[in-house]
């Protein structure tokens, strides 16, 4: 038997085309196999790991067993599935994955995609879950986490990205988001008012907004919480967004509840003069520089070339002091001239990355796989 992680290896992490048919078709044949928790489904562009974490962390302070799905991982596999407060074991990875190639058929473990896999890797690893907190994809109706029944879906800011498989424009990309709710949903704060429109034609579903939620004593509570944790804005609005999800089920939280829920890599400082970020769209940009506006650094950066990388550069140039490239090992990765190019349109000083001096500040900014190779060449060094 291949262990997992060779398994996984030998498999595509994206297609050119997307079977939107082939995850349903497969699940539905194995459901029997499956006993689902409560599931608590998060859509959206951004925010969805940080809201998740919040949300998970907040339940498992309150005596529930909970899952939590994210994805991708930045160092290590096991990220991604977490279970009462800490990473999945190898083992139990093992484990699982054994479960699973005794369930399916050869022809539909060929055929299920990487993402497809591990979802139902850790839907095997939640059986005995009370909650499941389920970050979808880059999708949402098509989403391979879409066809769990779901108790609620919270929808995190959406803005324009992964345009090739979800559309050209925000109301395009609210319509395929908000498609996977199932009931109950929540909408989180939104830059753009199309997704509110969205929301309102869906009047089948009970579709609340976060404001509709939360009380005068809940945003107090978060003004002491973001101030005690040191959260940005940005994940202020992640933190109202998990709080109205307990609110809904009505489970009373304690300020101290969030306390072991930041999620790394989301504007963390992994040293004085260091901040890494995996935003990698332009609503990620304006929040950084929203924050971190007033000061120069040195961008630490890379792009895959589905990217709107211009114009995250673009919003970015404000907090650039000048930009350092890091290679990254992806078929995906814009050619590193081209990067050049636009930012010599752009008037922005760059070489390429050999190191952290001192005397200066970084923005580590970009994919998961950016801060991932800044990682291992910075604890290296």
């Known amino acids: 038997m291949h262990t997992l992680i060779n398994f996984l290896d030998s498999k595509p992490l994206y297609y050119d085309e997307i079977d939107y048919n082939r995850f349903p078709r497969i699940y539905k044949k194995i459901k029997q196999h499956f006993k689902e928790?409560?599931?608590?489904?998060?859509?959206?562009?951004?925010?969805k790991g940080t809201t998740g974490r919040f949300l998970a962390s907040a339940l498992f302070k309150n005596g529930f067993k909970v899952g939590h799905y994210t994805?991708?991982?930045?160092?290590?596999f096991n990220e991604r599935i977490w279970i009462d407060g800490d990473d999945?074991?190898?083992?139990?990875?093992?484990?699982?994955?054994?479960?699973?190639?005794?369930?399916?058929?050869?022809d539909d473990l060929d055929a299920l995609s990487y993402f497809e896999y591990t979802t139902l890797l850790a839907m095997k690893a939640f059986e005995n879950c009370d909650f499941v907190v389920l970050e979808a994809g880059l999708g949402g109706e098509h989403d391979a986490t879409a066809v769990f029944k779901k108790e609620l879906t919270l929808i995190t800011p959406i803005d324009l990205d992964h345009q090739a498989f979800l559309g050209d424009n925000i109301y395009s990309i609210s319509q395929t988001k908000l498609n996977a709710i199932q009931n109950?949903?929540?909408?989180a704060k939104q830059k753009h008012q199309q997704v509110y429109e969205v929301a309102k034609n869906m009047d089948s579903f009970d579709i609340k907004r976060v404001d509709d939620i939360l009380v005068e004593d809940d945003y107090e509570n978060i003004r002491k919480i973001s101030q005690?944790?040191?959260?940005?804005?940005?994940?202020?609005?992640?933190?109202?967004?998990?709080?109205?999800?307990?609110k809904f089920f009505k489970i009373k939280y304690k300020n101290d509840d969030f306390n072991d829920a930041?999620?790394?890599?989301?504007?963390?400082?992994?040293?004085?003069?260091?901040?890494?970020?995996?935003?990698?769209?332009?609503?990620?940009?304006?929040?950084?520089?929203?924050?971190?506006?007033g000061k120069k650094y040195v961008l630490?950066?890379?792009s895959y070339k589905d990217k709107d990388y211009k114009m995250i550069l673009s919003i970015l140039k404000p907090i650039i002091d000048e930009v350092q490239t890091i290679s990254i090992n992806s078929q995906r990765v814009e050619d590193i001239e081209t990067l050049h190019k636009v930012l010599i349109d752009l008037g922005v000083k760059y070489t390429k990355f050999c190191g952290v001096q001192p005397d200066k500040d970084y923005l580590v900014f970009g994919s998961f796989s950016v801060v991932e190779q800044f990682l291992k060449e910075y604890i290296t060094r």
């Open 228 to 246: 005690k944790l040191f959260l940005a804005s940005y994940l202020q609005n992640n933190l109202s967004l998990a709080i109205s999800a307990l």
């Open 71 to 76: 994805s991708p991982h930045i160092l290590k």
């Open 37 to 47: 928790p409560k599931i608590i489904h998060l859509v959206g562009t951004n925010g």
């Open 184 to 187: 109950n949903a929540i909408i």
């Open 88 to 106: 999945i074991s190898d083992e139990s990875l093992e484990f699982y994955h054994k479960e699973l190639l005794d369930i399916l058929e050869k």
């Open 262 to 293: 930041k999620l790394f890599g989301r504007m963390s400082k992994i040293d004085e003069n260091i901040i890494v970020d995996v935003g990698h769209n332009p609503l990620a940009a304006s929040s950084i520089v929203d924050e971190l506006k």
């Open 300 to 302: 630490v950066y890379n």
